[in-house]
């Protein structure tokens, strides 16, 4: 079946500092599955951050961006310069047709911390 | 902000309990989401709906688990006999229409322990 990969639990960098989370994906159906961020702040829901639904396509959001590679099975988020503001888990997501119905596949999540 | 309500934020039962947790979607979203979100971040899908329709659930929840969103009342998720492994955070959200392209709109979740 379908899944999302996060190969990185937590990740800490510091204040202003560049950032990346990994994400690859395994989509069994013919066409390309749609790809989400969502982001979950302390004491808050689950929220989307940014997504693309085709690919090669790049989705940006409050400074972070993210490319649809569909050669490589990746959806990395990426950020130039991040702040204490943005410590929160973040979570890759795939979503396609699967017998006529269709569900949002998760992975298991980066907490981010950012030092300041 | 999403506007999906879940209620209540925290549930304690004892093994055996019945437990329910209801979720208003957010106005105007006719397919309701419920998810299980175990220890270890793993998101698990239990059912969908479109309006009051079922259209996918998985098989744990045609036997412990049922749900419903009727016309005009909170959708509802209900475990008739709670084991500790039903130990949880579940996630309601709600969608415009049922196409795989669609945001997923999240509730705050309700927590639930089974001791």
């Known amino acids: 079946g379908d899944s999302v990969t996060q190969t990185e639990g937590q990740v800490t960098v510091s204040e202003s500092k560049s950032l990346i989370i990994n994400c690859t994906y395994s989509?069994?159906?013919?066409?390309?599955?749609?790809l989400f961020w969502y982001v979950r702040y302390p004491g808050e829901g689950l929220q989307l951050l940014l997504k693309?639904?085709?690919?090669?396509q790049k989705g940006s959001s409050r400074g972070f961006e993210a490319t649809y590679n569909k050669e490589a099975t990746s959806f990395h988020l990426q950020k130039a310069s991040v702040q204490e503001s943005d410590s929160a888990v973040y979570y890759c997501a795939l979503s396609e047709i699967s017998s006529g119905s269709w569900q949002l596949i998760f992975g298991s999540g980066t907490q981010l911390t950012v030092m300041p | 902000n999403s506007k999906v309500i879940q209620t209540p934020r925290y549930l304690v039962k004892g093994q055996g309990q019945k437990a329910k947790m209801r979720c208003i979607p957010e106005?105007?979203?006719?397919?309701v989401f419920w998810y299980q979100q175990n220890k270890n971040n793993e998101f698990k899908f239990l059912i969908n709906f479109q309006n009051q329709e079922v259209l996918q659930q998985i098989d744990m929840t045609e036997k412990r688990f049922s749900a419903e969103c009727p016309s005009n009342s909170p959708c509802s998720l209900e475990i008739q006999s709670s084991e500790a492994g039903d130990s949880a955070l579940y996630l309601c959200?709600?969608?415009?229409?049922?196409?795989?392209?669609?945001?997923?709109?999240f509730g705050a979740g309700t927590r639930l322990s089974v001791l």
């Open positions: 989509a069994t159906s013919i066409g390309y599955p749609n």
């Open positions: 106005k105007g979203h006719p397919v």
């Open positions: 693309v639904i085709t690919a090669g």
């Open positions: 959200a709600s969608s415009l229409s049922r196409g795989p392209q669609n945001t997923l709109y």
